[in-house]
């Protein structure tokens, strides 16, 4: 016979365990389940491995463990920044009051996959005429401020810098730093690219990184930021430096240049060649 409980009241509260079993009896219900994200935290201590999952779409993480007679039946590559799929169970440990996710099986997600998925956001955007040379637009001559997003203290920010500077020593940079992967890499990206579109004084956007790991560089494929860079009213330069395999902002940008040095050669002229250019003309006309 099932003994049914009462619904607990102020003057008839449950215990605190009675609760406690019921959550973990509800949570035990779900079993295992198969779940894909990419890893964002992954840290060994004693044989096991402790982590965190994230989404690969909308801004949800979970926690995991990987006990050491798991890990050791798994791929021994996977670290940070993998897309994965994992057989995880939740489980509610009552004395503790805590939740965890145990995990009992992880694999890659086939690079294969990653392509096949890219490939068909690649024909929507395209279908919808976001690749289209007829929305691009042209580069300013002679920009007056280049609005750079790049990692901090990165080669690439070094190189654009650089170049532009020795190509016209006058041009100025408003720089604004982001990560150039890993979990926090799409929205910091994008918010980058909002906050230098929205500043009337920046002509020009170049988004630098320099190349890099396919898989770190999905990033710069989120349907959300390419549609974010399509929405932008000021010319925008991808400059990822990753041939192969191109990612979809290069597709959506106005000029894809091959590397941060190309990028600042295409988007600020030379002053030494412009000024012997008008010297030449000025020397015609006479």
């Given at each position: ?107 890659h997600v086939g690079i294969g996959d990653l ?35 790049t990692g901090k203290d990165s080669d690439a ?130």
């Open positions: 016979m099932t003994i049914v409980t009462p619904p607990p009241t102020a003057e008839s509260p449950w215990p605190v365990g009675l609760l406690a079993g019921k959550v973990r009896d509800w949570i035990d219900r779900l079993g295992t389940a198969w779940v894909e994200g990419e890893i964002t935290q992954w840290n060994s201590s004693g044989g096991n491995v402790y982590g965190k999952l994230k989404d690969l779409e909308i801004d949800a993480t979970i926690s995991f463990s990987i006990w050491s007679s798991v890990r050791s039946k798994i791929p021994a590559d996977l670290k940070q920044g993998d897309r994965v799929i994992a057989a995880i169970k939740p489980n509610f440990w009552v004395k503790g009051g805590t939740l965890t996710m145990q995990v009992f099986d992880m694999r392509l096949e998925r890219l490939e068909r956001l690649r024909r929507q955007l395209a279908s919808e005429g976001l690749f289209s040379s007829d929305r691009k637009r042209a580069l300013p001559f002679l920009p007056q401020c280049i609005g750079l997003i920010e070094k190189d654009v810098l650089r170049n532009a500077q020795l190509r016209w020593p006058s041009v100025q940079f408003k720089v604004v730093h982001a990560a150039v992967q890993g979990e926090r890499m799409v929205s910091e990206v994008t918010a980058a690219l909002q906050r230098l579109d929205a500043d009337p004084g920046v002509d020009v956007i170049i988004v630098a990184r320099g190349g890099g790991d396919f898989q770190n560089l999905l990033g710069f494929s989120d349907e959300g930021l390419v549609r974010a860079a399509a929405a932008a009213t000021t010319p925008i330069v991808s400059a990822i430096g990753h041939e192969a395999d191109r990612p979809l902002l290069d597709d959506v940008a106005d000029l894809r240049a091959s590397t941060p040095t190309d990028a600042a050669k295409r988007v600020v002229p030379d002053v030494g060649e412009e000024l012997q250019g008008f010297a030449r003309r000025a020397a015609e006309s006479a």
